[in-house]
């Protein structure tokens, strides 16, 4: 209904026909496939009309350029997907617009921006905040795996490596970037790279704050990434019993929409294209030797973690439906 809907975009014109490529862009995905609806272009108001619904298309260059109100917006809960303004004072020229409550960052924040992965720390959230962190996609595949071991086993230590698909932020051939190696065709090459993930992990688990590292490598696929976690834990566990606790947390606990798990030993990462999980804990990758134990995570780089992101988004807007096992 009206409490949770789609009312408008807000992008910068290109060119004149940016509405046509736009809906030509919804209507085929390449990873994704064909959108099952039916999309058509309005210039007179620009629009987008997606199965009957009409979404606005406002063109602006910044994000107090716009008056929401007078597109019939009021209170609006605004999803800022461009990672540009990540602070409290840039992403607070939101608020300035008139007809916005409150913003949702797909990124993660810096400062004191809350950085909410849904789920694990959601409820701690304070119903006043107005600028929100929905973290980052690595974040929310690996968070939940982790408050699930620490919770059962202790996490004393640990490192995670992302092992992430290409992302726009890198060249599809080589030309000049500001960052190191991400200027090297990311179609051709394996690049080894920063991520934010491990610090990350610190404003969910404040507790695990210094007992993390982290690294990356940028992969030559389109779309689903695979976080591998070595930690030393308190309590020694064997390989079965580690798989079944996290089973159990996947399938009957308040993370079952956050952890997946599979047992398939032919899983590969196009399996898991379109999965609504965080992520996928791939049960047969798992090692443990000890009080050492190895953890193979997929996700969903780009559905998972959109899906997690509309999770927080029902969590402001009141509409989260309970779950059962």
């Given at each position: 209904?009206?409490?949770?809907?789609?009312?408008?975009?807000?992008?910068?014109?290109?060119?004149?026909?940016?509405?046509?490529?736009?809906?030509?862009?919804?209507?085929?995905?390449?990873?994704?496939?064909?959108?099952?609806?039916?999309?058509?272009?309005?210039?007179?108001?620009?629009?987008?009309?997606?199965?009957?619904?009409?979404?606005?298309?406002?063109?602006?260059?910044?994000?107090?350029?716009?008056?929401?109100?007078?597109?019939?917006?009021?209170?609006?809960?605004?999803?800022?997907?461009?990672?540009?303004?990540?602070?409290?004072?840039?992403?607070?020229?939101?608020?300035?617009?008139?007809?916005?409550?409150?913003?949702?960052?797909?990124?993660?924040?810096?400062?004191?921006?809350?950085?909410?992965?849904?789920?694990?720390?959601?409820?701690?959230?304070?119903?006043?905040e107005r600028l929100i962190s929905a973290a980052s996609c690595t974040t929310n595949a690996i968070v939940p795996v982790l408050k699930a071991v620490d919770d059962a086993y202790g996490v004393r230590q640990g490192h995670i490596e992302t092992v992430h698909a290409y992302t726009n932020d890198q060249n599809l051939i080589d030309n000049y970037h500001k960052k190191a190696r991400r200027g090297r065709s990311a179609a051709l090459n394996l690049v080894i790279t920063e991520t934010g993930a491990a610090s990350a992990v610190a404003k969910a688990l404040p507790h695990l704050a210094g007992r993390l590292t982290g690294s990356a490598i940028r992969v030559p696929v389109p779309n689903v990434s695979l976080a591998i976690l070595k930690l030393n834990v308190?309590?020694?566990?064997?390989?079965?019993?580690?798989?079944?606790?996290?089973?159990?947390?996947?399938?009957?606990?308040?993370l079952q929409a956050q952890i997946g798990w599979t047992a398939n030993a032919d899983t590969v990462s196009s399996d898991l294209v379109g999965d609504t999980h965080g992520g996928v804990v791939d049960a047969e990758a798992t090692q443990v030797l000890g009080d050492q134990i190895v953890l193979y995570v997929w996700y969903d780089n780009e559905y998972g973690y959109s899906c997690q992101v509309m999770r927080v988004l029902e969590h402001l807007a009141g509409l989260t439906r309970p779950l059962f096992p």
């Open positions: 209904g009206d409490k949770y809907r789609l009312r408008a975009i807000v992008v910068r014109k290109q060119a004149d026909d940016d509405l046509e490529r736009r809906a030509n862009l919804l209507r085929r995905d390449s990873v994704h496939g064909p959108f099952r609806g039916i999309v058509r272009a309005h210039h007179d108001p620009p629009s987008l009309e997606i199965n009957g619904q009409t979404v606005h298309v406002i063109q602006a260059d910044a994000p107090d350029s716009v008056d929401y109100t007078a597109w019939g917006i009021h209170d609006a809960l605004l999803i800022d997907n461009t990672g540009v303004w990540r602070d409290r004072p840039k992403m607070g020229a939101h608020l300035r617009a008139r007809g916005v409550d409150k913003v949702i960052l797909t990124a993660p924040g810096k400062g004191d921006i809350p950085n909410i992965v849904y789920g694990v720390n959601h409820l701690t959230l304070d119903p006043a308190e309590k020694p566990v064997s390989r079965d019993d580690l798989n079944a606790w996290l089973r159990e947390i996947a399938s009957a606990s308040p």
